[in-house]
């Protein structure tokens, strides 16, 4: 049930339509010099998912930053993983690199990169093929090299909620191939699945962004057979977990 509300709240933050938010660049000028005289002003242009920030000193009209997010085209990122109870941050621990590729229509293609060292009881609950006590399995760290090749959209839709226009949020649903090194007994299992995920994260200039990521995994995998008679079930395992992430990026 818990899976499922996560997954629920990562599709509402899902935004349906782009949102403008700031004043119209293609107002008037006497509007601008309105807000200039009181402080610096900022122009907030939102085109599907891009903002383009202009930012000057209040006192000197200085031009501090100015940049528009449409010219983003590639996108390099690292997160390092752990589990959202962190508490038991030491039973699973990871890295991660991710690549975008902003497309013509919108959106991104996104390639990801995981390799995740865990315990047994964070990412799987049960194994058929073990009779041995549970306690000791659980408790076994496993190996988990995850690839995966999705799709993601850039939003500002957090911007309604936190005043502040350097934040934005990211949604991105991937297919992933997975294999799970089990060490208990020393099996490997490899199988497709799926990974939802949604971000957080600040702008901290024109070619970096900071962030945190929330993701929920879900695959099914296989390892050979051992005997004749073995049946698909006594081999197969059903992965399962959900990991945050802290994100930093560069834009190319």
Known sequence: MKY??????????????????????????????????????????????????????????????????GKDNHRYGIQVLTTPDLLDASKMMGFEFTYGNKMDI?????????????????VAKTHSGLSSPSSELDQTSEDILQLGLGLGYRSTLIQSFIDNKYFFETT??????NSFDENFTGQSYKGPG???????H???????????????????????ALS???????????????????DFALYF
């Open 202 to 224: 600040r702008r901290l200039s024109i070619g970096q962004h900071i962030g945190l990521k929330l993701s929920y995994n879900l695959s099914s995998v296989k390892r050979p």
């Open 194 to 200: 799926f990974r939802v995920e949604y971000g957080l």
């Open 106 to 122: 919108g959106g991104w293609v996104e390639f990801l990169i995981s390799k995740i060292s865990a315990d047994f009881s964070q």
């Open 4 to 69: 499922s509300i996560i997954i629920l709240l990562i599709f509402l933050n899902m935004p349906l339509m782009a949102q403008i938010k700031g004043v119209d660049i293609y107002g008037s000028s006497d509007s601008l010099d309105a807000d200039f005289e009181n402080q610096s002003f900022f122009i907030n242009e939102v085109e599907s998912d891009n903002i383009e920030i202009i930012e000057r000193n209040e006192n000197t009209g200085q031009l501090l930053k100015n940049f528009h997010t």
């Open 172 to 177: 991105t649903v991937y297919a992933t191939y």
């Open 228 to 246: 004749e008679g073995e049946s698909g079930k006594e081999r197969s395992l059903v992965l399962r977990w959900v990991g945050v992430s802290v």
